[in-house]
């Protein structure tokens, strides 16, 4: 099926549908979004378009204001049109994709579908985003090319951020727009998209609240307090630091209620059934309106006191005794010790093995997920894959079922879980008969799932577009450092992952980036890929080592190092193979002056990158100022005023300035249109990136270091310093962050030059090296980085 994407109509225009219309803007579409005519309008009212679109002009208007973002760029809210159901449904025949997210009543939804069927294109999709009625009652009385041309797309909210797409095809729906939405979910928004059948709840919530609901009745089995639950729930077995009590104060009790209570009442043959009780304790928050951070309070009640460092007093329910009381610091040794645990492997393996508390909730509740994710096989999905990514992009787990189930060992799993009580589904039992050992295994770079039906292992459908670093595991590295593995990701490309802690840049990581070019070119290969699939692709420059050079006032080795930074991020550049990276997470400090440097980057969207040395009382040393040097004389042009642009690369810098999303980090010049790139999903950068290394190599040229930078001198100063100085004025800016200002306009202006003149990258470097390593001698600076390696968040001081 050949389609082509060009308009979408979202009827619906509330927290989703607002979300929705945001999301598809991102990705360069014309949006039209529809909601109801408000009911109060007077007479006079009725006739002005402004007050009949009020609603959906309100929602938008709340979309553009969210934080985080709804949008990767406030301008692409230019791509929206919004009106209402009464006076633009017709509009929606110049649509290609009419995507429903009205409120969750059958009955509305069926009027609103009546009239799209009235006035859609024939052809055109239509899809529900309903999170639980079943999709096959929406087509009565549709027409075949409608009933044809529907199905389900299940969005999570916020669905800019959470990656999970549910697809839930009815029998009447073609094979062939099922194959297209899973396809254009995938590359063009960026989603996991996951096919679902037309089961109540689907797979993520249909699992996710039962993971929830399980908890909730091991807490008052147990004995446990709610603050030890979110604890040991959170981060420790790889999932949101919301835990389980604070999750659903974030989504709201009324609806974590409706939705336990749906699937008890729409799944009758659940084995699990007395798992979705709603527990006497959210009862008590329900009938009290306590329905979580909506409402100001529902597990955790926030008091708007602060204790005496400054910190908020949040009271946390006793379940018990329903009173509100202080957080007490835990006692139990199992959720102590997993801090010292790096490996999210261990620290399950840990939790399993504990004799406490702790070790009983998780070991428990882990075992209750094993026996319930594999008795919904084939009930909601015929593959296990689908409920672990469901999981993962979903409810942003780091691991699904099958994969947590994998760490513990499949015969492991099954014996604990039998003697727990737990009812393990017969196809586990018959895989482990036929000599199997595990649900997934990685081979040649690929990894392969168990296959139910064919009772043997293939490759996940469209994984073949992906590299994950992890597949590559069973393989003998090409080279290795302390702090970096270099990967040969096939068809002469190497990969180097970087392996330290937060992925932060130190001498380990410069020292591997060095070696694995140096490799690259005196071997048969045709480039480099600097990337990994961590949440972060780095936080920046080793902080730690820093700081204790400059407390201990080594300042020859301190120079050392910045000057191997420099010549690092200039090798990336300056080498006879190219050099490609690519970005998620943050891209932080030494890791944007690395992105700077390479050929191009291939970046996910959601890439937040930045140079934020300020906020330790830095600039950016390695290569990052002189790069904004670099990028301020190339924008220079004839007859230019040349201090605007000047000014806007000082402001960038001096403010710490974070590139909200990849498209946002254009705008601040850390991208460049014609070098860098933006891939939707995360998971397809580094392929992306191989395929960049390919092209580049064709033809490929070292450059030639540049010694054509024109730096402003004196006159730069001189404005640079009273932007500086109105950043002071504006309370931008404290009295060392001027002091910080002061040296950064020092580099990007070349120095005390008298005027205008050109200077090489090396000049630069060497001006922004001894600003930078005047500052590690600053008292105040000293007290930012410590800081900062304390509390992770920055002093203003």
């Known amino acids: 099926m050949s389609r082509r994407i060009k308009k979408i109509a979202v009827l619906g225009s509330g927290v989703m549908g607002s979300g929705i219309t945001c999301h598809f803007a991102n990705i360069g579409l014309d949006v039209l979004m529809l909601d109801i005519v408000p009911k109060d309008l007077s007479e006079a009212e009725n006739t002005k378009p402004a007050a009949r679109n009020r609603i959906v002009n309100q929602a938008l208007d709340a979309a553009i204001k969210a934080r985080p973002a709804a949008l990767y760029d406030k301008s692409f809210a230019s791509r929206i049109q919004t009106g209402n159901f009464e006076d633009d449904m017709s509009k929606i025949g110049q649509c290609d994709w009419i995507i429903e997210v009205v409120v969750e009543r059958l009955d509305i939804k069926k009027i609103i579908f009546e009239q799209v069927d009235r006035h859609r294109k024939k052809g055109s999709i239509v899809t529900s985003n309903t999170s639980g009625i079943p999709i096959h009652l929406m087509l009565e009385g549709r027409s075949d090319d409608f009933k044809k041309h529907f199905c389900g797309t299940h969005f999570f909210n916020p669905p800019r951020y959470l990656r999970l797409l549910e697809v839930i095809p009815t029998q009447e729906t073609d094979p062939e727009l099922v194959n297209f939405l899973m396809h254009f979910g995938d590359v063009h928004l960026g989603k996991q998209t996951v096919l679902c059948k037309d089961t109540p709840a689907f797979i993520g919530n249909r699992v996710g609240v039962y993971a929830m609901a399980k908890i909730f009745q091991l807490t008052s089995q147990l004995g446990l307090r709610i603050e030890d639950v979110d604890a040991l729930t959170g981060p420790n077995i790889g999932r949101p630091k919301t835990g389980t009590f604070r999750l659903g104060d974030l989504v709201g009790h009324d609806t974590a209620a409706k939705v336990i209570q749906g699937i008890k009442e729409n799944c009758p043959n659940d084995e699990q059934a007395a798992a979705f009780e709603v527990p006497g304790y959210l009862q008590f928050l329900l009938d009290n309106n306590f329905l979580g951070n909506k409402m100001g309070q529902g597990f955790y009640k926030k008091t708007g006191e602060k204790d005496d460092k400054g910190r908020p007093v949040i009271l946390a329910l006793n379940l018990d005794t329903l009173e509100y009381e202080t957080s007490s610091k835990s006692d139990i040794p199992s959720l102590k010790a997993a801090k010292q645990i790096d490996s999210l492997g261990k620290r399950i393996q840990h939790f399993f093995a504990a004799e406490d508390k702790g070790g009983d909730l998780v070991r428990r509740s882990l075992l209750g997920l094993f026996a319930y994710a594999s008795n919904r096989i084939p009930e909601i999905t015929d593959h296990l894959y689908s409920i672990d990514d469901a999981m993962r992009a979903g409810y942003a787990w780091e691991m699904g079922p099958f994969e947590y189930w994998d760490v513990i060992g499949l015969q492991k799993g099954i014996e604990l879980a039998e003697a727990n009580g737990e009812k393990i589904a017969p196809w586990v039992k018959d895989m482990q008969a036929a000599g199997h050992d595990s649900f997934y295994k990685s081979e040649n770079g690929a990894r392969l799932y168990y296959d139910i039906v064919s009772k043997s292992y293939k490759m996940i459908p469209g994984s073949a577009d992906f590299i994950i670093l992890d597949n590559y595991r069973n393989r003998a590295p090409v080279h290795k450092t302390s702090e970096t593995i270099l990967h040969d990701i096939g068809d002469g490309v190497l990969n180097l992952e970087f392996t330290s802690m937060h992925n932060t840049i130190g001498e380990g990581v410069l020292r591997g980036i060095n070696e694995s070019i140096q490799l690259a070119e005196e071997g048969d290969w045709k480039g480099l890929v600097i990337g990994n699939n961590a949440a972060n692709f780095s936080v920046g420059a080793n902080l730690m080592m820093i700081a204790m050079m400059a407390y201990q006032q080594e300042w020859d080795q301190l120079n050392f190092a910045v000057n191997m930074f420099q010549q690092t991020t200039m090798r990336c550049r300056y080498s006879t193979i190219p050099v490609v990276i ?117 033809n490929y040229v070292m450059p030639s270091q540049r010694n054509d930078i024109t730096v402003l001198g004196r006159a730069g100063l001189a404005a640079l310093y009273i932007a500086a100085n109105e950043l002071k004025r504006g309370n931008y800016a404290s009295e060392h962050d001027i002091k910080i200002a002061h040296k950064l306009a020092w580099v990007l202006c070349g120095g005390d030059l008298t005027g205008a003149q050109q200077v090489s990258e090396q000049y630069l470097l060497d001006v922004e090296r001894e600003a930078f390593l005047s500052l590690c001698g600053e008292q105040k600076t000293l007290e930012r980085i410590q800081y900062m390696l304390q509390n992770n968040k920055p002093l203003r001081n």
């Open 582 to 698: 690519a970005t998620q997470g943050y891209v932080f400090g030494g890791g944007c002056e690395t992105l700077m440097h390479c050929d191009a980057a291939v970046c996910a969207a959601e890439s937040y990158i930045g140079l934020v040395e300020v906020g330790v009382g830095l600039i950016p040393g390695g290569g990052g100022t002189k790069e904004f040097a670099v990028r301020a004389s190339d924008a220079f042009f004839e007859g230019d005023v040349q201090m605007p642009t000047l000014i806007d690369k000082f402001k960038t810098i001096a403010l710490g300035t974070v590139g909200t999303s990849a498209q946002e980090a254009f705008n601040y010049g850390y991208l460049l249109k014609h070098r860098d790139t933006v891939v939707m999903n995360k998971d397809r950068n580094i392929a992306e990136a191989k395929h960049k290394v390919l092209e580049l190599a064709q």
